[in-house]
């Protein structure tokens, strides 16, 4: 394209003279540029190829440039690039029946977005006007998008800076059984004890209340916590129990993920909403939604719901979750991304925890997999503190540039490496991938002093 650079400083230098950044002081950046890509590799203008093990920010799952991705694009595109959101368009009407057919129980409705944030906006917007209720309950160690309420449901540092924020949201925490802040010894008694904090939560602060419970049902970025046998479940329950909905936020546990479709399925549990974004489409173009059940479609028969995007199931996003649903089922994507996870990473993780004192646990299922690392397994200190920055944050900082200098492009979070590699990876890029982990870690462990 004319004006676009084929060498990476020029690339670089424009990004720093014009681009400003999520999330990061701007003077300090330095980012990589990218010249190409393809499956689960990236390559920079230097000819250097990474293996991508973050799935960029954990939404490739196809993997990159998939031929028939580009190709659903190309076509759409030639069709029809952008039509507004009150008409009645093909694409997105494909994809709301797709999403839907796939989807648990009677959420049969969608609501498109442009991203995971604004999905639980508009899920937090539909469950207060369903219930009448204004208070929404939040886990802390969770992270929800970074609109207003988005960040006011995030339960981590993201939030902090971002404070005060939206009223009437209430923090809880979820169950994290290494890290259990409820003295639990088992899964079973992590469950009991979460569920009993959720209920004790709920009753002192006001059950008539609370509009929703929202949950990332695998949480993601904050530490990838798989939850315990029959806590879904049992949250299900409660909401039932005080007439509160609940909320799944599958922007990143969805979509193959987890080795499901939807993230909830693994546990047989259906919410009243479930949130999407990431996966559906793999970020081929921005898009994302909430699905919702006939019951709260219903609360907006007859009245007007009052919430809207310009962009709500903009055609070249529809078209690529069209194409990317197609080819999950016809490349069998969700069975390979559940194979890895049961067959390969979670058994190459648990060796590698043997070989590594540094390694306090490995957790995860499907391409969704968590090393957390420690100063000291007795007492599971952690390599980094919480929320470390600068100096403290040196060993992580180490870790990645040595499996960047290696050839991967890891996702480091907190004192964790996430193992979350698009869901297309194949057994032998898996492999080689855990081997680099395996060797960067001697890294982690030159700071044990258990
Ligand atoms: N919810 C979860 C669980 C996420 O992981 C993210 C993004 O990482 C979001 C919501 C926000 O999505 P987006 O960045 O598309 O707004």
Redesign the pocket.
Known sequence: LPGLSADGPTVKALDRAGVFHSWSAQGSLDPLPIASASGAHFTDYDGNRYLDFASQ??NLNIGHQHPKMIAALCEQAAKLCTVAPGFANDARSEAARLISELAPGDLNHVFFTN??????EHAMRMARLHTGRFKILSAIR??????AG?IALTGEPRRWDNEPGMPGIVHYFGPYPYRSVFYASTPEEETERALAHLREVITLEGPESFAAVIL?TVV??NGILVPPPGYLAGVRAICDEFGVLMIA?E???GFGRCGEWFAVDHWQVTPDLI?F??GVNSGYV?L?GVLMNEAIYATFDERVYPGGLTYSGHPLGCATAVASINIFKDEHIIENARDLGANVIGLELAKIADQHPSVGEVRGLGVFWAVELVRDRATREPLVPFNAKGADAAPMNELKAACIERGLWPMIAGNRIHVVPPCVTTEPEVREGLAIVDEALGLADSYYTG
């Open positions: 920010l954990v991203g995971g944030a604004d999905a639980n969770s992270y929800h998008g970074a609109t988005a990332e993601g970025t936020d922007v990143m546990a949130t974004a990431k921005p994302g």
